[in-house]
């Protein structure tokens, strides 16, 4: 089985997070997990003529080497590095001890991939995915255990070939330039694990968004690269930052369905954000009859037809949480002409959408009168 | 630069009863600006999205060049798009994001540097070269996706809408904007929209697209003065068409056009037109733009055998033009267009003269129209 390649060879299973806290309580320091590029790493202890594992001081933190990860290095960071030499060395020793104890592996990129789809596909699959650790050797990548921000692409369109990882992961790489996993989860659909650094406000702007306008605004980029480099369309969805090794199967389970819920109820949407689809996601699982059924109550008619130009007023007016020049502005429309849309809609429905009751009954109608019509 | 080919070209959904582009024939010449417009669903979008590889073809052939591409991946097409939703790269600066694409094809920096500020100089964008996107006003944005597209100086531009997120004062700037880039770029672009404005003021050649077949590819005079059929005549121009059921009929050796209130004479060449073609004596669509209905005094002196009554039922003063809502005229509301000065009031009667020269006839079965004369175009 691929996932078995260099799979774990005995060694002991480590809570690297665990691990962080102590350290930070013992010394009284604040710890972190990152990654570090390889070669800025050995360049820097070739300025300093150090060991290969030996920590080294950058930026005001302190680095403790874990493991070397292909290209990346993956270390605990210490700031304010307030540490003693002894303190130092102790820590050097401690880690030194750990990483000795850690399962042996061939290839840490590749296999970590291999393993994580794994992990996750016998997760869901045993329909458990939640409050399981990670197994034993997957505890061997303290990448697992720092905060990442998951996304979820899945390929929208229809070509035979399926997609070249590496130029995926070239990408996806240089677009978030910094440490990212790519994770296969089929050849269409691919999990990635971005790091926390990314919705870190760059400026005072930045510090006024909202996380889900941070994630909003990544999600679309990511979308938005992917179509510009000639990769295709793809959906995307992304969730809140999560530890890989508490919820990740989880995490996939809540994307994969904002995906299908997004697809199947907004038509040429590629982006789904799960806090837009609380209401789609609630409405899904409803039969077909029981949507036409609510569609033919609240318009008290069969069949009701409702033109673009309705749908799109009605839909807007919703949006901007039913403000008649907001909408009126948005459509390029004159006021009157949005009042009179609603009043020729209100006699012909009997549903005044200013009414909040009625208009609920509307939202919620309309948003099944979509999914019907195209199925 | 290249040209696009499109030969006999269906695009099928799995699970889908009908085609939704059926039988697509278009030549795009290289350098060309095109536009697809057509109402929603009309397939002109599906269209865009074959040729940029984002759709398979499910029958017929795609050339971009000489060069087959209905298996090339969308990366290897030269193409570049600008769509609808032009997110850019939030983490990303201006620059950044315009030269990104160069820099994962690993262009040099000289050259990456020389095309991205040939770009922003291009589009006034080199002062907001440092700025991130939440920085950006939306006209803003949008430049910055147009360079974003322009630095990868491809062979083929692919639009989507790309205006649609951007108010309406900033859409006419950025509907003249785009098309000087053309003039100045010299590349074929292919842009699509449902906007029938947008159409007509920046294709060179426009395609109507309805239920997934080009109803007519003609520059926009042309579309506009000599519509193939009914649905080309109704869908350009606003406000549309006017279009009367009627009859051609003869009376004392003229062919007439007869409807309620409405009995107008038909000039000798299109009469003999109609002779030839067997429509005396038919039920037919007669079709008249706004325009072409006239009430100054000269035009009614000179047009004796084109003249109706009409009530006027409602006037909208636009201050340089007055858009008429008549009554009385065959079996629908008749729309004329006169000037502002003119001074009409809602209630009363009017005489109007019809410019023979510019009326249409629509075959009531084919709703073909009967007087297209195919150009070369």
Redesign the interface.
């Known amino acids: 089985m691929e996932g078995r390649e260099g799979a774990a060879t005995g060694g002991t299973p480590v809570d690297w997070d665990r691990l962080r806290r102590q350290l930070e309580q013992i010394l009284q320091a604040e710890f972190r997990l990152k990654q570090v590029g390889k070669a800025d790493w050995t360049r820097w202890g070739e300025e300093r003529d150090l060991p290969a594992m030996a920590s080294r001081e950058r930026e005001g933190e302190l680095l403790f080497p874990i493991r070397i990860a292909g290209d990346r290095v993956e270390v605990l960071a210490a700031s304010p590095p307030l540490m003693t030499e002894t303190e130092r060395r102790l820590v050097e020793v401690m880690l030194e001890t750990v990483r000795k104890s850690l399962p042996k592996r061939k290839n840490g990129g590749d296999t970590l991939k291999a393993e994580l789809r794994e992990w996750i596909e016998s997760q869901i699959a045993a329909g458990e995915p939640e409050d399981r650790d990670p197994p034993a050797h997957l505890t061997a990548y303290p990448v697992l255990y720092q905060e990442r921000v998951p996304f979820l692409i899945v390929g ?4 035979e ?1 399926p997609f070249a990882g590496d130029e995926l992961q ?2 996806i790489g ?4 910094s440490e990212v996993l790519l994770v296969p989860l089929d050849e269409r659909e691919w999990l990635v694990l971005a790091g926390r650094s ?1 919705l870190d406000p ?2 005072e ?2 510090a006024e ?1 909202s996380v889900e306008e ?1 994630l909003s ?2 999600c ?2 990511l ?3 992917l ?7 793809f959906h995307v969805t992304v969730h809140y930052p999560i530890v890989p090794a508490q919820s990740l199967p989880m995490t996939v389970i809540r994307m994969r369905e904002a995906v299908a819920v997004g697809r199947s109820s907004r038509i040429n949407q590629y ?1 789904h954000l799960p806090w837009e689809l609380y209401l789609d996601q609630l409405l899904s699982p409803l039969s077909r009859a029981d949507k036409i059924r609510f569609i033919e109550q609240v318009f008290k008619r069969k069949e009701p037809m409702l033109d ?1 130009e309705t749908i799109l007023t009605l839909e807007t007016f919703f949006e901007l949480n039913c403000n008649v020049s907001e909408t009126a502005k948005r459509l ?1 429309i004159h006021r009157n002409t949005l009042l009179y849309r609603l009043d020729k809609f209100r006699q012909e429905s009997g549903l005044d959408v200013r009414n909040f009751n009625q208009a609920v009954h509307v939202k919620i109608a309309l948003q099944l009168y979509k999914v019907t019509k195209r199925h | 630069m290249a040209g696009v080919r499109l030969s006999h070209i269906y695009k099928t959904y799995p699970g889908a009863k009908e085609p939704t582009v059926k039988d697509l024939n278009l030549e795009i010449r290289d350098k060309e600006f095109v536009v697809l417009v057509g109402p ?1 669903g009309c397939g002109k979008s599906t269209t865009l ?1 074959m040729i940029a ?4 073809i499910t029958e017929g052939e795609l050339y971009i060049g000489d060069r087959l591409v209905n298996d090339v ?5 030269d193409i ?2 600008v ?1 609808q ?7 990303m600066n201006v620059y950044q994001n315009m030269a ?2 160069l ?2 094809r690993k262009f040099k920096k000289a050259d990456i540097d020389a095309r991205v500020h040939e770009a922003a100089r291009i589009l006034d964008i080199e002062h907001l070269l440092d700025r ?4 950006l006003s939306g006209g803003q944005r949008q430049r910055v996706a147009l360079g ?2 322009i630095v990868r100086e491809p062979q083929v531009f692919l639009m989507d809408e790309p205006l649609s997120n951007l ?2 004062k900033l859409r006419v700037a950025m509907r003249s904007e785009i098309s000087k880039l053309h003039k100045r770029l010299e590349t074929t672009i292919i842009y699509v929209t449902h906007d029938q404005t947008e159409a007509m003021t920046m294709g060179e050649r426009i395609v109507i697209m309805n239920e997934g077949v080009i109803q007519q590819a003609a520059p926009p005079t042309e579309v506009y003065n000599n519509p193939r059929n009914l649905f080309v005549a109704g869908f350009i121009g606003s406000p549309s068409m006017n279009f009367i059921n009627g009859l051609i009929d003869e009376e004392s050796g003229n062919v007439v056009f007869k409807s309620k209130n409405i009995n107008v004479v038909i000039p000798e060449g299109r009469a003999k037109i109609l002779r030839e073609k067997g429509y005396v004596g038919r039920e037919v669509i007669f079709g008249i733009r706004p325009e072409d209905l006239h009430i100054e005094p000269i035009f009614l002196e000179a047009s004796p055998n084109s003249i109706v009554n009409a009530g006027i039922e409602v006037a909208e003063h636009l201050g340089h033009e007055q858009i008429l809502y008549l009554e009385g005229l065959g079996d629908t509301t008749v729309i004329a267009r006169i000037d502002g000065r003119t001074p009409v009031s809602e209630g009363s009667n009017i005489r109007l003269a019809m410019d023979m020269n510019k009326f249409h006839i629509f075959d009531k079965d084919t709703e073909e129209a009967v007087f297209y004369q195919e150009s070369r175009n």
């Open positions: 929208g369109h229809a070509h070939e070239k990408l240089s677009f978030f330039d990314l760059d400026d702007a930045g968004e941070r605004s990544l679309e980029g979308h938005s690269v179509l510009n480099e000639g990769e295709g369309e982006v673009d390029y | 929603s999205r590889g984002l759709e398979e991946a969308p990366k290897d097409r570049a798009m769509f939703s032009y997110a850019l790269y939030p983490h990104f694409g820099k994962l991130k996107p939440k920085q974003r597209a108010d309406a």
